[in-house]
Antibody
């Protein structure tokens, strides 16, 4: 059974950074891209980026390029998404996902002074 | 980037009704088009992949069709659990992977 388990909710001040994790099980981590998706309040889904766990190659959405870093640790089958220079606009639920296989439960990031 | 435009943005229909949601792409897509259902407070669930393939365990009340730039999701026999927001998604040409704006379905 494919499972993606994400880290818990985060509360951050503007200007801070946050690092989320996504631990996978039930499939071979290296075999599929691992995506991150943002769901901001009252808005739809927006693709943040992906990592290829096989070689660490990454791709990012234009909105997140330069402020987000996605990595994969094949020793622990865990992917990470780090976002810097947080603003209130980054308040959202962030999902990790393996397309056509499974999604994580989501992690709420709240940014407020 | 390929833009996906969904219509309608919301709809309300009675139980048992048949509803159709449309997803129009700004450029032609060959096969990398999927549909998701997202219930309130939950992660999206895959319904249809590669335009018309039903994901494992998904009710046969759901069907997908289309080609080129126009795609549809049809829900036959609307049930209470179908009250949700539905999204189309393409990864035919990425980056970026893109989503439609969503269609909120309510039961009358």
């Amino acid at each position: 059974d494919v499972q993606l388990v994400q880290s818990g909710a985060e509360v951050k001040r503007p200007g801070a950074s946050v690092k989320l994790s996504c631990r996978v099980s039930g499939y071979t981590f290296r075999d599929y891209y691992l995506h991150w998706v943002q769901e901001a309040p009252g808005k739809g889904l927006e693709w943040v980026g992906l990592v290829d766990p096989e070689d660490g190659e990454t791709m990012y959405g234009e909105k997140f390029q330069g402020r987000v870093t996605i990595t994969a640790d094949t020793s622990t089958d865990t992917a990470y998404m780090e976002m810097t220079s947080l603003t209130s606009e980054d308040t959202a639920i962030y999902y990790c996902a393996v397309l056509y296989l499974s999604w994580g439960q989501g992690t709420l990031v709240s940014v407020s002074s | 980037a390929i833009q996906l435009t969904q219509s309608p943005s919301s709809l309300a229909a009675p139980l048992g009704d048949r509803v159709t949601i449309t997803c129009r792409a700004s450029q032609g897509i060959s096969s990398g088009l999927a549909w998701y259902r997202q219930r309130p407070g939950k992660a999206p669930e895959l319904l249809i992949y590669d335009v018309s393939n039903l994901d494992t365990g998904v009710s046969s009340r759901f069907s997908g069709s289309g080609s080129g730039t126009d795609f549809t999701l049809t829900i036959s026999g609307l049930q209470p659990e179908d009250s949700a927001t539905y999204y189309c998604q393409q990864f035919d040409r990425f980056p970026p992977l893109t989503f439609g704006g969503g269609t909120k379905v309510e039961i009358k």
